[in-house]
């Protein structure tokens, strides 16, 4: 099993930052990959960036060059560091973490983008 504890989220102002932090522990050596997904009410949950254990990434059209993820396997830990943030991205926010049999979830942590 794999817990996941998520931290960073609030409220911000449109163009400011946020960095969300995602915590495992558990059976941490059977992760593969680490992400970040987000689920506005009434939509289904999307992914926003992942990363996998050699540091590839990948990231959602509407967050490219916006978002950066990262990993710090030291720590187990993975960041969402997310900069020019708009009213459209407030939603709750999931880490995932994924091994070969299993998906984890966190337990979301909510982001407001609002003036």
């Known amino acids: 099993q794999v817990q996941l504890v998520e931290s960073g989220g609030g409220l911000v102002q449109p163009g400011g930052s946020l960095r969300l932090s995602c915590a495992a522990s558990g059976s941490i050596f059977s992760i593969n990959v680490m992400g970040w997904y987000r689920q506005a009410p009434g939509k289904q949950r999307e992914l926003v960036a992942h990363i996998d254990s050699d540091g590839n990434t990948n990231y959602a059209d509407s967050v490219k060059g916006r978002f950066t993820i990262s990993r710090d396997n030291a720590k187990n830990t993975v960041y969402l560091q997310m900069n020019s943030l708009k009213p459209e991205d407030t939603t709750v926010y999931y880490c995932?973490?994924?091994?070969?049999?299993?998906?984890?979830w966190g337990q979301g942590t909510q982001v407001t983008v609002s003036s």
């Open positions: 995932n973490a994924e091994s070969d049999y299993d998906e984890y």
